[in-house]
């Protein structure tokens, strides 16, 4: 079988889409952070199939998507009743992040309302939910006329696709998949979760391209990062996220991260296979010079000292790279700065996750 990539959107092309979603087919799609592979949430046989096609265990929760009103740059939407069917116990922060934030790239976690299928919340009590901006998701959305469930369209810990290309390279000859050509995703990192049902503070659950600085400087909503433990809290309580494992996001070359000036030390806690290099270098440094080593063959390449920039580039090279067959490639350590938390979060998870018997461990 084959996958069919359809460029640019008629509505011939979204009909056809929202009529795959309503026969239970599953849509690939862009957002704006990653393209989607999208299944009706209301329907248990097509939500299978996203993890049959992902290779992804059942017990991993997924997000719902749903269609912002048609004039959302109306100054306050009421996102309440566009949410109430999936979610209950909405808090008034949960209601300001939905009013800074919606649509885009931020996912909120909340109690879930009692319709909605164990088959998306892998058995718990919660759902997570989010209003994507790009405007062929909404349109999608929009005619759909319900929720769509959509992890990345990637399989299991590898790393999420950027462009309808890549969606296509990850499930070539294994699915007939219509895939919706948006171009490539401006975020280029997942959304951001933020865990709303505790009733406790809203806590992060994967850091994003919206931090919990940017939440709190538009909406005066604090929210407590990963690790930091609220006062009548216990750890085993903090919902599951499957970023969360320490390998994912994984390419099949070997991928290290160094210390700035320090690209020979990490090197040499990698003796084995270090002929041919791969070596990131920030846009604003000057060449590495590193081109006297003996029997290492390094190709410098650029990467944006911005860290949106940044963002937007991560996935995009890290699929060029593992096509190049690099013996190993060096990515240098993202400053300190939440503004580089979401990267840096995903860089050394593919770290971890890297090389030629690379898979998703679940090692915590
Ligand atoms: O940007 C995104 O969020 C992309 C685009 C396609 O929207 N989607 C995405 O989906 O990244 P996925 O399935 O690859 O990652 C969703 C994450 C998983 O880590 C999952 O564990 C977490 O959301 N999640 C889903 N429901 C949850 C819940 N009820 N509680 C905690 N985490 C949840
Ligand atoms: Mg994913």
Same mark, same amino acid.
């Given at each position: 079988m084959s996958t069919d990539s359809k460029p640019l959107q008629s509505s011939a092309v979204i009909n056809e889409a929202v009529q795959t979603l309503r026969d239970g087919g599953l849509v690939a799609f862009p957002t704006e952070t990653v393209y989607g592979l999208g299944a *009706?949430? %209301?329907n248990p046989e097509a939500i299978q199939k996203i993890f049959t096609a992902k290779g992804r265990p059942l017990h991993h929760p997924l997000i719902v998507h749903l269609a912002a009103p048609d004039k959302f740059d109306a100054p306050q939407v009421d996102w309440v009743p566009i949410i109430a069917p999936w979610a209950r116990d909405i808090s008034e922060d949960a209601i300001k992040l939905m009013n800074a934030f919606w649509p885009g790239p931020l996912t909120l976690v909340f109690k879930k309302? %009692?319709? $909605? @299928? /164990?088959e998306i919340t892998g058995g718990q009590d919660t759902v997570a939910i989010r209003a994507p901006a790009h405007p062929i998701a909404q349109e999608v959305l929009r005619k759909f006329k319900g929720g769509i469930v959509a992890p /990345?369209?990637?399989?299991?810990g590898k790393v999420s696709p950027t462009s309808a290309a890549d969606v296509r390279s990850e499930f070539e000859g294994t699915l007939d998949l219509m895939i919706l050509d948006? &171009?490539?995703? =401006? $975020? &280029?990192i997942e959304s951001t979760i933020i865990d709303m049902s505790s009733g406790d503070k809203p806590r992060l659950l994967r850091p994003g391209i919206i931090t919990p600085k940017e939440i709190l400087a538009k909406t005066g909503v604090s929210v407590l990062k990963t690790g930091e433990v609220s006062s009548d809290e216990h750890a085993e309580s903090i919902p599951r996220v499957s970023g969360s494992l320490r390998a994912h996001y994984a390419p099949t070359t070997p991928l290290r991260l160094y210390a700035p000036g320090r690209v020979l030390d990490a090197l040499s806690e990698y003796p084995d296979t270090k002929s041919r290099v791969a070596v990131a270098v920030w846009d604003s440094e000057s060449s @590495? &010079? =590193? *081109? &006297?080593?003996?029997s290492v063959h390094f190709e410098e390449m650029e990467i944006p000292s911005d860290s949106a920039a940044f963002a937007s580039y991560l996935y995009r090279s890290l699929r060029d790279l593992d096509q190049q067959e690099w013996d190993l490639i060096l990515f240098p350590e993202p400053p300190a700065g939440e503004e580089w938390d979401g990267v840096r979060d995903r860089l050394q998870r593919a770290c971890f996750g890297s090389g030629p018997s690379s898979s998703s461990q679940d090692s915590n």
């Open positions: *009706d949430a %209301k309302d %009692k319709t $909605v @299928l /164990s /990345s369209a990637n399989r299991f948006g &171009g490539d995703c =401006e $975020v &280029g @590495l &010079g =590193e *081109d &006297g080593h003996p």
